[in-house]
C-alpha cells in the first residue's frame, strides 16, 4: 500500500443533508486519511452520492461540518477545488469533442502551460489506457473508454483527493482492472468512491463506509470487518460429490462427530453438503477431515469466506 | 386490444402526472390566445394626432370635430404649421397629420371637390393602414355633413333666387303697365298742352285785344278822371260860393247846404269811378300775366313728362336686365346643383393620403422584426439549449466541482455566442438585402451595431432562462411559451399601442421590442440611431444586466 500515515485530510462531523422534506444523509460522521482509499458502499438511495456532493462543495449540509484539507468548505471552497477531483457518475464530457479536445478542456482548468498540458495529457492516457483512442470524438467510444477519458479528464490535474461516483457501474470487466489497477498504484492521492456492489472493493479499499438509508452504518477496513464479522457469520463450507447418496453419508458423518463440532449447522441440497460454521474455532481442514474418508467421492469444495457482503446484508436486516 | 388499452392507459396517467405538461397545457392557450387575440384584433384608439388647420371655416371645423370624436384619433394639437406637423411625425411623436389647406371652405363654396391631406406614419404598417381606413372613414362622414350643409345652403339660394326672380317679373310687369298707363297719360298731357296749345293763341289774342281796350279805356278813364276832377273842383268852387252865399243870405243858406250835400255825395261817386276804373286796369293786367304763367307751366310739364317716359324706357331696361341676370343665375345654380350631384355629391372626398416614409410594403415593415426575431430566437435558443445540455450532460455539474469561475464559463459562452450571433447578423442582413430586396434608409452599420446589442441582450435573456428551465423537455415546452408571446408583444406585428396597458408594460422585458423600435426608425425612417439613444442604452444595459443575473443566478452548487 502506498505511503500511508494518519493525518486526516477530510473530516465529516455530523453532516445531515435534507431535499424538502426527505433526510437523505441523517447525521453521518467520518474522517478519512490522506492517501487512503475508501469505499463508500451502500445500496442505490443510501446517500453516497449526496455525500459525495457535499464534499465536492456542490452541496451544502444542511447541519454539520465538513472539511477538506483542514479547511471549512463552505469558505474555503474555491482552493479545495483546485485541489481535489471529482469524476461524476455520469461520463459528463463533451460528447462532441475528441478526448484530447476534452483532456485540453478540463486539463486548461488547472494547467495553464502549453507544454506542461500535453505532457501531462499524454501521462493520463497512457495510465488509463486511452492513447490510441485520444483523436476520436468522445461519443463514438465504448463506455468502457469514456468512463476511461472522464477519469482521465479528472485526474489531469494531479489532484491531492480524488473522488468518484460508481467508477465502476456498468463497465466492462477491462475497464473494471484498468480502473482499478490506477487507483492501487495511485501514490500520494487520497481517493473516495462509491459503490453499490462490493465487487472487488475488499482488495483495493483501506476503508469502508456502509451507507444505508441516509446512516452510516459501519465503517472500518476490510480485514478489519473481516476480523469482526467472521466470528459471527464463520465460514461456509459448500462441498459437492457426485452423487445425493454420498452427500447424504458425509452428512452423517458429521452427525456422529457433532460433540467435536457443536455449532457447526449442517444441511443438504440435493449433492450438495453445506456446512455453515459459526466461529472460527474449526478450521476448514478439520471439518473436512471428519469425511476423510469419502474424499473420493467429492467432485468440489467450496470455502466461502464471510464477505462483506454477508456483512452488509446482515446489518441491514 | 388490451395492449392498446394499457399503452393508453399508461399514458394517460404520465400526462396527468407531468407537473409541467398539465401546467403548459392550462397556460399555453390562455397566454397565446391573449398575446394573440391584442396582437391581431387590432384594436387601435387614440392614436397621437396633429390637425393642421390653414382654414377655419364651418367646414374645416367640421373636419376637426369628426376627428375628434373618432375614436381612432386623439387630436393632440391644432395648429397652422405643416412643417412642424411633419416634423412631429417624423420623429414619431404624432402617428397622424390632418392637413386642412387654406382654400378648403371656398372649394366646398364654389362645389369643387374640397382636399384634405392625411400624412401618415408610414413606418408602421399596421397603425398606417387601420389609419387608412379610419381617416377614410372620419374624412366620408364629415363630408357627408358638409355636403349636407352644403346642399341645404344651395337649395335655400335657389329657392331664395327663385323667389327673387318671381319678385323681378311682377316688378317688371308692375313697371310695364305702370309705363303704359304713364305713356298715356303723357299722350293725353301732349294732347291737352297742344290743346293748350290753341287756346294759348286765343289767349294771347285776347291779352293783346284786351291790351288795347285797356289803353283806350284808360285814355276814356283819363279823361273822365280829368272831368271829374274839373267837376270835383267846379264843386269845391261851387261849395264855396255856397259858403259865401251861406253867409250872405242864410234863406239860401239850407238850399245851399243840401245842394253841396249833394256837390258831395257826387264828388264821392265819382271818386269811386276813379277807382273803379283804376281797378279795372289792374285786373287785367294781372289776368294776362297768369295766363303766361299757366302757359309756361304747361310748356315744362311737357317737357317733364317727355322725360319722364324716357326714364320709365331705362327702368324697364335695367328690370329686364336684372331679370335675365336672375335667370341666368338660377340656371346657373341648377347646373351647379347637377355638377354638384355629379363630382361633389357622388365623391366628394377629396382625401389625399401622404405617407410620411413612402409607401411601405408590409415586407418592408416586417423586415427589420424578422431580423430581429431571427436573431433574438437563435440568441435566446443557442443559449438555453447549450446550457441545458450542459446541464444535462452533467458538464455543468462537473465543472462546477472544478475551480472554473462562473464568470468565466459563461462570459466564455456569452462571447462565444455573441460572435456566432454577429456571424448570424451578417448572414443574415446580406440575405435579407440582396435576396428579399429588404431596404435600409439609414446607416446600416448602426442597424449593425443595434444588432449585436440584440444579440447580447438575448444571450443575456437565455441565460436567465436557462436558470429556470432543468430539462430538454421543459426547453421544448416553455421557450415557445416565452418566445411567441415575446414576438408579438414586441411590434413584431402590430404596434404596441394595441395591447391592454399591462401588455405594454410586459413588451418592455423583450428586448425585442428596443431592436424593433430602433430598427424601424433606421431601416424604414432612415432615422439616425441617436434619436432613439434611450432605446439603445435600454438594449446595451439589458444585455449587460440580463448577463450579469444570470451569471449571478447560475449556481455552481446544485441544490
Known amino acids: 500500500m502506498p505511503n500511508k500515515n494518519n493525518e486526516i485530510i477530510i473530516r465529516v462531523d455530523k453532516v445531515s443533508k435534507k431535499f424538502g422534506r426527505q433526510r437523505v444523509v441523517r447525521g453521518v460522521s467520518f474522517d478519512i486519511t490522506k492517501n487512503s482509499i475508501t469505499g463508500l458502499i451502500g445500496s442505490n438511495g443510501a446517500g453516497k452520492t449526496t455525500t459525495l456532493n457535499m464534499l465536492t462543495g456542490l452541496l451544502l449540509p444542511t447541519t454539520g461540518k465538513i472539511e477538506v484539507f483542514g479547511m471549512d468548505i463552505i469558505e474555503n471552497i474555491e482552493e479545495i477545488r483546485r485541489r481535489i477531483a471529482f469524476i461524476p457518475q455520469e461520463i459528463s464530457l463533451y460528447k462532441n469533442l475528441t478526448v484530447k479536445e476534452n483532456l485540453n478542456f478540463f486539463g486548461g482548468m488547472y494547467i495553464a502551460n502549453k507544454k506542461k498540458l500535453e505532457k501531462r495529457i499524454k501521462e493520463v492516457a497512457r495510465l488509463l489506457e486511452i492513447k490510441g483512442k485520444t483523436e476520436e470524438k468522445l461519443m463514438n467510444l465504448s463506455g468502457g473508454y469514456q468512463r476511461r477519458a472522464s477519469i482521465a479528464c479528472a485526474i489531469i490535474s494531479n489532484p491531492e483527493i480524488l473522488i468518484l461516483d460508481e467508477p465502476l457501474a456498468g463497465v466492462d470487466v477491462r475497464t473494471v482492472d484498468v480502473v482499478m489497477n490506477y487507483i492501487k498504484n495511485l501514490n500520494d492521492v487520497t481517493i473516495i468512491f462509491t459503490s453499490h456492489s462490493l465487487r472487488r472493493l475488499e482488495e483495493i479499499c483501506d476503508n469502508l463506509i456502509f451507507l444505508d438509508e441516509g446512516k452510516k452504518v459501519l465503517e472500518g477496513s476490510p480485514s478489519d470487518l473481516m476480523a469482526k464479522y467472521s466470528k459471527r457469520f464463520g465460514e461456509k463450507i459448500v462441498v459437492t460429490f457426485f452423487d445425493e447418496r454420498t452427500a447424504n453419508r458425509a452428512g452423517e458423518l458429521i452427525d456422529k462427530k457433532r460433540k467435536q463440532f457443536p455449532k457447526i449447522k449442517k444441511e443438504i441440497d440435493g449433492r450438495d453438503l453445506i456446512i455453515q460454521t459459526r466461529t472460527v474455532d474449526f478450521g476448514v481442514v478439520e471439518i473436512l477431515s471428519a469425511f476423510k474418508s469419502l474424499r473420493k467421492e467429492i467432485k468440489n469444495i467450496d470455502i466461502k469466506k464471510v464477505s462483506v457482503k454477508n456483512i452488509l446484508n446482515y446489518i441491514q436486516k | ?559
Open chain 2, 1 to 559: 386490444m388490451w395492449r392498446l388499452l394499457a399503452v393508453i392507459k399508461k399514458e394517460f396517467k404520465e400526462v396527468i402526472r407531468d407537473k409541467g405538461f398539465m401546467l403548459t397545457i392550462i397556460l399555453e392557450p390562455l397566454i397565446l390566445m391573449l398575446v394573440f387575440g391584442y396582437t391581431f384584433q387590432a384594436n387601435i384608439k387614440n392614436l397621437q394626432t396633429v390637425v393642421v388647420a390653414e382654414e377655419k371655416g364651418i367646414y374645416a371645423q367640421k373636419i376637426i370635430q369628426a376627428v375628434d370624436e373618432s375614436e381612432y384619433f386623439r387630436i393632440a394639437e391644432i395648429t397652422d404649421d405643416l412643417g412642424d406637423a411633419r416634423r412631429q411625425l417624423k420623429y414619431g411623436l404624432a402617428r397622424a397629420v390632418f392637413y386642412i389647406p387654406a382654400e378648403f371652405d371656398q372649394n366646398i363654396n364654389k362645389a369643387k371637390k374640397a382636399k384634405i391631406t392625411l400624412f401618415l406614419d408610414s413606418s408602421d404598417y399596421t397603425i398606417y393602414n387601420l389609419l387608412k381606413g379610419a381617416s377614410g372613414e372620419v374624412v366620408r362622414d364629415s363630408f357627408r355633413n358638409i355636403v349636407n350643409l352644403v346642399v341645404r345652403d344651395l337649395e335655400a339660394e335657389k329657392n331664395n333666387n327663385k323667389d327673387r326672380v318671381e319678385e323681378i317679373e311682377n316688378l317688371i310687369k308692375g313697371a310695364k303697365e305702370r309705363s303704359q298707363k304713364t305713356l298715356s297719360e303723357v299722350g293725353d298731357l301732349n294732347r291737352k298742352i297742344k290743346e293748350a296749345y290753341g287756346f294759348l293763341g286765343d289767349a294771347r289774342g285776347e291779352v293783346e285785344n284786351n291790351e288795347d281796350i285797356v289803353k283806350d279805356l284808360q285814355k276814356k278813364t283819363d279823361k273822365i278822371v280829368k272831368d271829374i276832377d274839373k267837376q270835383i273842383d267846379k264843386a269845391d268852387d261851387l261849395e264855396d260860393a255856397l259858403i259865401q252865399l251861406g253867409q250872405v243870405e242864410p234863406n239860401v243858406k239850407s238850399a245851399v247846404s243840401s245842394l253841396a250835400e249833394e256837390v258831395d255825395s257826387l264828388k264821392g261817386k265819382m271818386k269811386k269811378a276813379v277807382k273803379e276804373i283804376e281797378d279795372l286796369d289792374i285786373d287785367s293786367e294781372i289776368d294776362a300775366q297768369k295766363s303766361y304763367r299757366h302757359l309756361d307751366e304747361l310748356e315744362r310739364n311737357l317737357n317733364d313728362n317727355e322725360l319722364m317716359a324716357k326714364d320709365v324706357d331705362l327702368i324697364i331696361n335695367d328690370l329686364e336686365q336684372d331679370y335675365n341676370e336672375a335667370k341666368e343665375k338660377v340656371e346657373k345654380i341648377d347646373l351647379q346643383f347637377k355638377t354638384l350631384k355629379k363630382e361633389f355629391i357622388s365623391e366628394p372626398l377629396g382625401l389625399n393620403y401622404q405617407y410620411a416614409f413612402g409607401e411601405i410594403s408590409y415586407f418592408q415593415y416586417l423586415a427589420p422584426a424578422i431580423i430581429t426575431l431571427i436573431l433574438f430566437f437563435i440568441g435566446v435558443v443557442l443559449t438555453v439549449v447549450n446550457i441545458v445540455e450542459e446541464r444535462n450532460n452533467k458538464t455543468l455539474f462537473r465543472l462546477a466541482t472544478t475551480p472554473l469561475k462562473k464568470t468565466e464559463l459563461f462570459g466564455g459562452k456569452f462571447l462565444v455566442f455573441l460572435l456566432v450571433g454577429i456571424l448570424e447578423i451578417v448572414y443574415v442582413l446580406v440575405i435579407s438585402i440582396l435576396f428579399f430586396d429588404v431596404k435600409v434608409v439609414g446607416a446600416l452599420w448602426q442597424v449593425f451595431f443595434v444588432l449585436i446589442l440584440l444579440m447580447g441582450a438575448s444571450v443575456g435573456l437565455g441565460l436567465l432562462i436557462s436558470t429556470l428551465v432543468r430539462t430538454m423537455r421543459q426547453v421544448s415546452m416553455y421557450l415557445p411559451l416565452i418566445i411567441i408571446p415575446s414576438v408579438l408583444i414586441s411590434q413584431t406585428f402590430s404596434p404596441i399601442e394595441v395591447m391592454p396597458k399591462f401588455m405594454q408594460w410586459l413588451a418592455y422585458l423583450s428586448p425585442m421590442l428596443y431592436s424593433n423600435v430602433v430598427l424601424r426608425d433606421i431601416m424604414i425612417k432612415g432615422t439616425d440611431i441617436s434619436t432613439n439613444w434611450v432605446f439603445v442604452l435600454v438594449l446595451f444595459i439589458y444585455a449587460v444586466a440580463s448577463l450579469g443575473f444570470g451569471i449571478l443566478l447560475m449556481k455552481k452548487r446544485i441544490d
